[in-house]
């Protein structure tokens, strides 16, 4: 896991919006990631249901974004950007999730269930 103050890791990857974003192009703002792993799931439905309300005060692309990090297929045919504020990274490959501690570091390969960590960052704009 990320400690405060450290450099948040940079990336491309997939997303609704865009075959290669490019998460450095963020910066400049604050940034909210939620690893949820499965927007099926209750407790991610209900995140982002509270994240939606807070769009256009909050997450308005102006101080602040939000980023959702799902790991599940499924999602790619209902999430969607939701601009200006929302977008979401389709991590099939759990690079992100390796990258930013939702991954467990003791996975053995081949591992078929694999338990992604579920939590939330916040980026400051100088992506620490």
């Not at 249901?49 to 999602?75: E, L, P, Q, Y």
């Not at 389709?90 to 338990?115: C, H, K, M, W």
Request: net charge neutral; with cysteine.
């Amino acid at each position: 896991m990320l400690a405060p103050g450290d450099p948040a890791p940079h990336f491309v990857q997939r997303s609704t919006g865009n075959p290669r974003y490019a998460f450095h192009s963020a910066a400049g703002r604050y940034i909210v990631l939620c690893f949820f792993v499965s927007a099926k799931d209750t407790a991610t439905q209900t995140a982002l249901s509270v994240i939606r309300n807070a769009r256009k005060t909050v997450f308005n692309d102006d101080r602040a974004c939000f980023f959702g990090v799902t790991a599940d297929r499924a999602d790619e045919a209902v999430l969607h950007d939701e601009l200006p504020g929302m977008r979401y990274f389709l991590d099939f490959d759990a690079r992100i999730s390796s990258l930013y501690g939702s991954l467990p570091t003791d996975v053995q390969p081949n591992e078929r269930e694999i338990a992604l960590r579920r939590t939330w960052l916040v980026i400051d704009p100088t992506l620490r």
